[in-house]
């Protein structure tokens, strides 16, 4: 094939010029990425570049040329062939696209270098390079000094098959650092092992390399054939990488079809032009055929045109030539009247709040009026909406009956509605979800944001990893980031979780189409779930088996076996409890069925436990495995399940803790909370005889918020407990992780429900506004795994699909259940924990009340009462612990002040409600001070419910990897923090006391500023749940100008040595200022640390730690 475009397009410039016609197809692409072409090399026996940069390289060892892809390529020998293309800066672009075709004459073994464009010797280096690295890893990209690596995983030489061109384009986006790579046209699951978008810092010093890895390494020469070796400075587009695939005589086979109806309805003699979709839009193959069921009511050309011949039903389809692909549209011709309905139940149990979707079906299928009207002949009991949901009122029973509007044909389902309690010791008892809907503006976009998330992740893929457990073929890949790791399905658990409190929340929604489309994804999962379940039954993993891997990792933690584990039992806790859920939230009766059969496999492990085995297996975190398996107790009544469940309970930790001894120091917080919830569920489950359980569960709290817990509500550094009441001297990037917050106010709020102490709605109120709500983006609805305490750093949020971090298992569960604990009720009382503006409607009593509430920026708060019943409902508001201390609470009920005083932490108000009564509360605020135990000076602000920060700015807001590919933020040495405040005169403790003067509200808004300091009117304070774009303080040291030691202005840390890698003579630098040190003497040496891994160095013979030269050269 010659290769005589250039001169083609230019005649056909010229021709378009002078005619005005157009003779020749440019294709899009050479239009879009023409200008930002860098490097063009066709190899048509040389190696001249043809992009107007004009890099002509120059060939290490012989030139060998074959025939290409289009015309000629190169032949790199693996030994001492590469190109080495110079200096040019160009060939670093911030963003980048590479194209190429790739031909191995046999199966590859050991690195390949595609390319090199990194300095020689440094892969840590400013610059990218692109590699064919192992067996297992077909295509790596390595970008920027942190450096992020971007990686194709699988068979390579599958991917890159021999005696076969193999075409491949990488694309790289520095504001994002998203990454896609395309085999043959079609995008690749890409993982990272580390994500940084820190761009590629260009230079003009270091030479360019093609087929070998510079000359500071010596080795990875490339044995590979390389034909149309193109670099852009922008990120092309999918469709961009298709057009250039299929112009350079790529074939990319067709991968679906649609068509724009699904049913239709024609009148005899007419017609309807039906339109097909095929996908990719640049398949190379996208021709389709036409046919129909019955030929004698509709029929259908090869375009796709339909006629009606005569009255009846007939089905359209759609088949692509390439791959049979399908799809269909029912087209009813004239009018088919209805002839009957059946129901897909006759009759059903449910419990009370419980939600059940009935289907109907119209006979015959295609009728002209399908609709149907549904009624329930007791809605106290039962009631039904337009579409067929079925909820649970009260216990009793109710006829659910379905009628066609055309012929008026019925169906019934008789509806038998039960009460289970999950919390038949509780004093105070939840609403449902789908009874408390929020108005506020910004917590619905915090849903919604979730939501979208939620529906944008495909269940295949997170379903992948079971499919292959059970042995059976995955529908699509795996995610990437901890999903791809021995951790992987714990994001299924929280995801069954989140969509079906989304589910719920969304029932009562009058667009019915997003609570359709999440109830048929749960459905799906959830089938599918069930298959790899009764697919285990033929495996080693045994019947009841249910993992994203087999049952090894559960072998090797009892030391039955040999290899890598994590934490098998905590990934467990999340696919049970989502199973649970589901089924609590859905009525999927196939969830409960695979949750129980889940649960007669844990039983089966863990009943055969000595008190050794028990002791080692929980020594390793498990999550709240006790927690779900009282809860599916609960549900089943099968003793084998609370069997288990008390296998999961440290009786020796409850003790220690119930007894008042504080053992919380240096350990992993997020491993031990959750114990406690499942102590507590032992108590909930069983009453006062375990009375130990719920003692531990209050002693446990106590210490954590009392002696470990920060403004916020939350706690923790670098995801352990720190030594009680020692907490400035900790804050750093890496406080308070979110599964923290996330887990110990599902500890509070069960605390809360058995005791009904204010103190546990007063700190989840403070803990839900400043951690949970604090941590999503409010544009992208990504949310955080840490939220430093450390003044100058900032959040960094998680990746869609490339992190799957744990706190992105319960970021997803957090923001749909935000209305969850608001109120609360006994038979004849409701409790108003938070003001959030928000409906609810108790349906058991008859009551509907509406909250309007915009705290912290009004500090009135008004309900009224819609509906009410005829009985006395005492409404008890909460006297919230963050009000002035100086000013007075008023309370009026239709414009009438109560005198009503705080009763245990509520102010009562007991009447029989009327529709349209009017409540009003004042709640006023002032900010508030508060001091950290080891650091009287370490000081932060609250107005009322909410924490203040300050803005700090957004410079170089670098991030750096940590821990298990965690992101984190930096302070680099060039960005300069001040953490500390002067005040001008007097006392620091004179300067607190008098705050009310001190800190001054800017007018109209909730933002203040200083009085009386270096930083009047400078530092401007705002809430900061609302903060996550800049650099933040929260706390800050009060000095007087008057004391002896003045702080000098903090810079970032210059570096920062974790020795958490295995081995290796490199010591990575985390601060991301790129000051990696080098280990001398003691490469193998490393251990187990207080936090991840440490580096022990011997006193005799020569071992120390290398810094990088200047390092110290200015302090």
């Known amino acids: 094939m010659n290769k005589k475009i250039s001169c083609l397009l230019i005649i056909a410039l010229l021709v378009n010029l002078f005619i005005g016609m157009p003779v020749f197809n440019i294709p899009s692409y050479a239009v879009d990425l023409e200008d930002f072409?860098?490097?063009?090399?066709?190899?048509?026996?040389?190696?001249?570049?043809?992009?107007?940069?004009?890099?002509?390289?120059?060939?290490?060892?012989?030139?060998?040329?074959?025939?290409?892809?289009?015309?000629?390529?190169?032949?790199?020998?693996?030994?001492?062939?590469?190109?080495?293309?110079?200096?040019?800066?160009?060939?670093?672009?911030?963003?980048?696209?590479?194209?190429?075709w790739v031909y191995p004459s046999a199966e590859l073994t050991g690195e390949h270098m595609i390319t090199w464009f990194k300095p020689s010797g440094n892969y840590r280096g400013n610059g990218w390079y692109l590699s064919c690295l192992d067996d297992n890893t077909p295509l790596k990209l390595s970008t920027g000094t942190a450096p992020q690596e971007a990686y194709v995983s699988g068979n390579r030489n599958a991917f890159f098959p021999a005696g076969k061109w193999t075409h491949i384009a990488v694309t790289y986006d520095s504001a994002t650092g998203d990454v896609a790579i395309y085999r043959n046209g079609v995008a690749q699951t890409v993982y990272y092992t580390t994500k940084v978008a820190n761009g590629i810092i260009a230079n003009n010093t270091d030479r360019k390399y093609i087929g070998f890895n510079s000359p500071g390494y010596g080795f990875a020469h490339a044995k590979l054939g390389l034909d149309e070796f193109k670099i852009y400075s922008t990120v092309a587009t999918e469709d961009q990488i298709q057009e250039i695939y299929t112009s350079e005589g790529g074939i990319l086979p067709v991968t679906g079809v649609s068509l724009d109806k699904n049913t239709a309805s024609i009148d005899i003699g007419e017609e309807i032009q039906l339109i097909a979709t095929v996908t990719p839009t640049r398949a190379s193959n996208k021709a389709v055929t036409w046919t129909s069921s019955d030929n004698t009511i509709a029929q259908v050309d090869s375009t796709g045109k339909v006629t009606g011949l005569r009255t009846g039903v007939a089905n359209i389809t759609v088949t692509t030539v390439d791959g049979n692909f399908t799809a269909s549209c029912l087209v009813t011709v004239g009018n088919v009247p209805v002839t009957g309905v059946t129901l897909d139940k006759s009759d059903i149990s449910i419990s009370t709040g419980q939600i059940i979707q009935l289907k109907a079906s119209v006979i015959p299928l295609g009728a002209t009026n399908s609709a149907v009207t549904w009624s329930s002949s007791d809605p106290t009991v039962a009631t039904v909406d337009d579409i067929g949901r079925v909820t649970g009122i009260k216990e009793g029973t109710a006829t659910i009956t379905v009628t066609t509007v055309d012929g008026n044909f019925t169906a019934s389902c008789i509806v038998t509605v039960t009460k289970i309690s999950y919390d038949p010791?509780?004093?105070?008892?939840?609403?449902?979800?789908?009874?408390?809907?929020?108005?506020?503006?910004?917590?619905?976009?915090?849903?919604?944001?979730?939501?979208?998330?939620?529906?944008?992740?495909?269940?295949?893929?997170?379903?992948?990893?079971?499919?292959?457990?059970?042995?059976?073929?995955?529908?699509?890949?795996?995610?990437?980031?901890?999903?791809?790791?021995?951790?992987?399905?714990?994001?299924?658990?929280?995801?069954?979780?989140?969509?079906?409190?989304?589910?719920?929340?969304?029932?009562?929604?009058?667009?019915?189409?997003?609570?359709?489309?999440?109830?048929?994804?749960?459905?799906?999962?959830?089938?599918?779930?069930?298959?790899?379940?009764?697919?285990?039954?033929?495996?080693?993993?045994?019947?009841?088996?249910?993992?994203?891997?087999?049952?090894?990792?559960?072998?090797?933690?009892?030391?039955?076996?040999?290899?890598?584990?994590?934490?098998?039992?905590?990934?467990?806790?999340k696919i049970l409890a989502g199973l649970i859920d589901v089924y609590k939230h859905t009525g999927n009766d196939e969830a409960l069925s695979v949750a129980s059969n889940l649960g007669d496999w844990i039983y089966n492990r863990v009943s055969t436990w000595d008190s050794s085995m028990q002791a080692r297996v929980l020594g390793t975190e498990y999550g709240g495995m006790n927690d779900c398996l009282y809860e599916l107790y609960k549900i089943t009544k099968n003793p084998n399940h609370l069997v288990a469940a008390h296998k999961f309970d440290q009786d020796s930790l409850f003790n220690t803790i119930a007894a008042g001894n504080n053992t919380l120091p240096g350990v992993h917080a997020n491993t031990i909370i959750p114990k406690f919830t499942g102590a507590l569920n032992r108590y909930r489950t069983l009453g006062e005889s375990e009375s130990l359980y719920l003692n531990a569960a209050k002693s446990f709290w106590d210490m954590v918020v009392n002696h470990h817990t920060y403004i916020t509500g939350g706690n923790s550094q670098d995801e352990h407990f720190r030594a009680p009441d020692v907490l400035d001297a900790y804050r750093d990037n890496v406080n308070n992780e979110t599964c923290n917050s996330y887990n110990m106010l599902k500890l509070t709020r069960e605390l809360f429900k058995v005791t009904g102490d204010v103190k546990y709605a007063d700190f989840y109120e403070r803990a839900f506004i400043n951690e949970i709500m604090s941590s999503q983006n409010p544009e992208t609805g990504m949310t955080t795994y840490f939220k430093p305490m450390g003044t100058g750093y900032f959040k960094v949020f998680g990746h869609p699909t490339n992190n799957f971090w744990c706190c992105t298992g319960t970021g997803m569960e957090n923001f749909t259940k935000l209305n969850d604990s608001i109120y609360f009720h006994t038979d004849n009382e409701l409790y108003?924990?938070?003001?959030?503006?928000?409906?609810?409607?108790?349906?058991?009593?008859?009551?509907?009340?509406?909250?309007?509430?915009?705290?912290?920026?009004?500090?009135?708060?008004?309900?009224?009462?819609?509906?009410?019943?005829?009985?006395?409902?005492?409404?008890?508001?909460?006297?919230?612990?963050?009000?002035?201390?100086?000013?007075?609470?008023?309370?009026?009920?239709?414009?009438?002040?109560?005198?009503?005083?705080?009763?245990?932490?509520?102010f009562d108000v007991k009447r029989v409600w009327k529709a349209g009564d009017i409540v009003k509360l004042t709640l006023p605020m002032e900010v508030q001070v508060s001091r950290l135990p080891d650091n009287k000076n370490a000081v932060a602000f609250t107005y009322g419910p909410v924490v203040l920060s300050a803005g700090l700015g957004t410079e170089n807001m670098a991030t750096a990897s940590h821990g298990v590919s965690v992101t984190i933020a930096t302070i680099p040495t060039n960005v300069t923090i001040k953490d500390y405040i002067i005040i001008k005169s007097g006392s620091v403790d004179d300067w607190v006391n008098n705050i009310k003067d001190n800190m001054v509200k800017t007018d109209g808004k909730v933002e203040f500023t200083l009085r009386n300091t270096d930083e009047d009117n400078n530092l401007k304070f705002t809430p900061h749940y609302l903060r996550y774009t800049d650099r933040y303080g929260i706390y800050f040291i009060l000095v007087a100008e008057t004391s002896p030691a003045m702080p000098a202005t903090r810079g970032g840390n210059l570096a920062w040595y974790r020795f958490d890698e295995a081995s290796g003579s490199e010591a990575i630098d985390s601060s991301g200022n790129g000051n990696d040190a080098t280990i001398i003497g003691a490469t193998g040496a490393r251990v187990a640390g207080r936090f991840g891994n440490a580096l022990r160095l011997q006193s005799s013979g020569s071992q120390y730690v290398r810094l990088p030269n200047g390092i110290v050269s200015d302090l």
Not at 512 to 536: F, G, P, V, W
């Open 425 to 573: 010791y509780a004093i105070v008892e939840q609403f449902d979800l789908n009874e408390v809907s929020i108005t506020d503006p910004y917590y619905i976009n915090a849903f919604n944001k979730d939501v979208e998330y939620l529906m944008s992740l495909e269940p295949d893929r997170l379903l992948s990893g079971f499919r292959s457990a059970a042995g059976l073929t995955p529908k699509a890949p795996v995610y990437g980031g901890w999903e791809n790791t021995l951790i992987k399905g714990h994001t299924m658990g929280h995801y069954l979780t989140a969509l079906a409190q989304a589910y719920k929340v969304t029932s009562n929604d009058a667009d019915t189409t997003l609570n359709t489309q999440i109830k048929t994804r749960l459905d799906y999962i959830i089938s599918e779930l069930k298959i790899c379940q009764d697919a285990n039954a033929n495996t080693q993993n045994g019947a009841g088996f249910l993992f994203a891997s087999d049952k090894t990792q559960f072998d090797i933690l009892e030391g039955k076996a040999s290899g890598s584990t994590w934490v098998p039992w905590y990934t467990m806790h």
């Open 37 to 100: 072409k860098v490097l063009d090399l066709k190899f048509e026996d040389n190696i001249e570049d043809s992009s107007p940069n004009r890099i002509n390289g120059t060939l290490n060892g012989t030139a060998t040329y074959i025939e290409g892809q289009k015309g000629k390529a190169i032949s790199l020998n693996g030994t001492d062939n590469y190109i080495d293309l110079g200096t040019s800066a160009a060939l670093q672009p911030q963003n980048l696209t590479v194209s190429l």
């Open 832 to 906: 108003v924990n938070m003001y959030l503006s928000s409906i609810l409607d108790w349906r058991e009593k008859g009551l509907k009340l509406t909250a309007q509430a915009q705290l912290p920026d009004n500090d009135e708060v008004t309900f009224t009462i819609d509906a009410a019943p005829k009985d006395e409902i005492t409404i008890k508001f909460r006297f919230p612990y963050w009000l002035a201390k100086d000013q007075d609470v008023t309370l009026s009920v239709n414009d009438q002040i109560i005198n009503v005083s705080a009763v245990n932490g509520y």
